[in-house]
């Protein structure tokens, strides 16, 4: 590729549509979160009689943003939803000051309504780059070949994971991936579905520990993920430098992380041989929508690797904890004995893929100089995560939840083809759905103040012939949570236990399940003409009851936690990022970081 043919993505077309799409999505997400507070000039009736196109055909209204001057004007059509979601017409939006028309570009409107959306001057250039790369992004995808959603469901597993075009539903900077060069941006984003060959270090055993699930042991573990050929490799490469293998694990690394931080910031253990770069595996992975995490293309039925990177990217540091490793794989076999233990989970046909092994290095040095929280403490560890691969039974496929929300060039949703697919009533699929993926979450809630990260990336759907059969969650260790501060949990596990306010932990339900996912799953069928937005919600409303007659002995605990309650409080997830984008939320302490802003109509509550 020649220097110019990196950017060829780049294309003034691209880019004026790029944009367009971006302010659409901060535009509806803002005015989600009352960052602004779009006002009306057109109502649904003056606009159906003014000659303006409404979005979806449906009875939209004219809206106007101004910038914290209030010389600068944004105008635009939107459909208001359920939960106040904004669904903003991308080509309806137009950029004014005074008489001129402008063209609409993503970075000045961040600087235009820098005030009102509380970038302070320390955050503003930071998540600036992280809209440029967000933008550019949406370039390169805008550029690939069009496919539309029943291809993508058609195509299988990988081609839907490499297939996805927006990110994160809810963060406007969705893919800043700060720190990747366009070099690097074709290589290992995931939408570029590029084959990456890890990089891999022996580590020496002093600085280094490996932890395994129950019946694991890292000698023959290694050997079934590597091949015994490579192993043997790599063990040369340690003889002919007069060290003993038996004195080093071996850690798989992200390339670009060898590249740009372990051969620089990690250079004297390499000097002293605590760190030996062992060269590439055979096996060609591709990079998941989390970006850091790798499935095996060669042997699909082999672990995910999950690997340290430190690039910027929605509001973290994307680092591997070398002392979070540790207590790893003993969560995950926890968690799975209570799914196989309990009726009610087993009944959904709930299944995780465990985080069986994981490897970390500690860098004593740099551990001596900082805290926990430190992306220098997070540089240098790697997880091996079971594959669903081989759970499946015949004539089933694999999709990632987030999926379902994707819209084709023809505004066709995936959901929407998967409903078309299985012939079934769409209120039909839906409750299949929700049986599989929302049900568990409701009874690990009710019954042991259990709760997940279940957004769109983290879960991954089982169908056949188009209908969702079961749900696998997934990346378990470092996002659930227990919050009952009295649960007894074995020595290993205790640091699941999290302390949250009463009145804060339905919103592991009414935040991440309803506004960060129900919410566009439901905008998007009731506008694409599948399902009404009160049928979508009316079904949600009909499992949830059915849920809770069929598990009378938690009636105390349904009243005390009523997901039928009039609202909810309205988290706001930009407004974290916004705020700090490079730690957005301490991990150790979830609820302390939350941005309440008001609250949402609750859309059971009527049912």
Known sequence: MSIADAVAHLSPERWTKANRLLVRKALAEFAHERL?????????????????????GEAGARYVVRSDDGLTSYRFTAVRRALDHWQVDADSITRTRGDAELPVEALDFFTELKSSLGLSDDVLPVYLEEISSTVSGICYKLGKPKTTSAELVRGGFQTIETGMTEGHPCFVANNGRLGFGIHEYLSYAPETASPVRLVWLAAHRSRAAFTAGAGIEY??????????????????VLRERGLDPADYLLIPVHPWQWWNKLTVTFAAEIAREHLVCLGEGDDEYLAQQSIRTFFNRTHPEKHYVKTALSVLNMGFMRGLSAAYMEATPAINDWLARLVDNDPVLRSTGLTIIRERAAVGYRHLEYE????????????LAALWRESPVPTLREGESLATMASLIHVDHEGRS???????????????????YLQAYYTPLLHSFYAYDLVYMPHGENTILVLKDGVVQRAVYKDIAEEIAVM?????LPPEVRRIRVEVPEDTKLLSIFTDVFDCFFRFLAAGLAAEGVLREDDFWRTVAEVTRAYQEAN????????????????????????????DNRQMVDLADPSGALQLVGTLRNPVAGF
């Open 36 to 56: 602004v507070t779009p006002e009306e000039l057109l109502t649904p009736e003056e606009l159906l009689t003014s000659g303006e196109p409404a979005p979806s």
């Open 219 to 236: 000698e023959s573990f290694v050997r079934e993920e590597l091949g015994a050929a490579t192993v043997d490799r790599f063990d040369a």
């Open 368 to 379: 001596a100089a900082t805290d926990r929280r430190s992306p220098y403490r997070k540089m």
């Open 414 to 432: 995936v959901a929407g083809a998967l409903i078309e697919h299985s012939g079934l009533a769409p209120a039909d699929w839906l409750r299949a």
């Open 484 to 488: 009952d501060p009295d649960a007894v």
């Open 552 to 579: 009378p002995a938690l009636a105390d605990r349904f009243r005390r936690y009523d997901l039928f309650a009039p609202e909810f409080a309205l988290s706001c997830l930009n407004r974290l990022q916004l705020r």
